[in-house]
């Protein structure tokens, strides 16, 4: 027993364990089965098997990898909290990049690990979530402050009329990403990504894609960290 056990107001925690990857999943589940105070009560491979083990043993928290196969553990966090919002989600994820961060958070997720996480960061991730607090990893709090105090904070007021799913596919493109690598950074359908560049061309009233990257980096969008 740890000290954590005596800072959650939870008698036990009921946790669910999302990740397509057999080993790490059964590694997870071994490691919170052994800690005081957490009840491991089910597990799930796919977006499907989420939803569903949600619906039926509704957990306190929920422990979810981004990336589920050809799925995503963003989509899942968005239909879970959709059905069940009261459950906390926990992203314990290989995924680091800014994109991936910030999409699970606009989903719903109430915390953001790194896989490699020390059992104790996980654990009081865990209590912090089910007490419906928000907790990042080390490394992802320090990037989520540069976004919001550096540069990124001044990408927001370009092109003012764009959401800021349109702003965020503009600059990719201005990064030089192809619709299909896209995608698979924000976590959307290739179709979704085409009708978001649709909207960006006619809001900014550029013709083609090659004109909306000049638009972009005029404004400052499209730099490599």
Known sequence: ????????????????VVDDHPVFRMGMIALLSSIAGL??????ATVEEAVSAVQSARPDVVVMDLHLGDESGIDATRRILADQPGVGILAVTMMDDDD?????????????LLKGASPDDIERAIHAVARGEVL?????AARAIGFLTGSHAADSLAFPQLTSREREVLDLVARGLDNTSISRRLTLSP???RNHLSNVFTKL??????????????AGLGRVD
């Open 1 to 16: 027993m740890t000290a954590l056990d005596d800072a959650s107001s939870i008698s036990t925690i009921r946790v669910l």
């Open 191 to 193: 179709k979704t990504v």
């Open 136 to 140: 990042l990893g080390p490394q992802i």
């Open 205 to 218: 009233q550029v013709p083609d894609r090659s004109q909306a990257i000049v638009r972009a980096r005029e």
């Open 100 to 112: 991936s961060v910030f999409a699970a958070m606009r989903a719903g997720a109430r915390g953001y």
């Open 39 to 44: 009840s491991v009560i089910g597990e799930a």
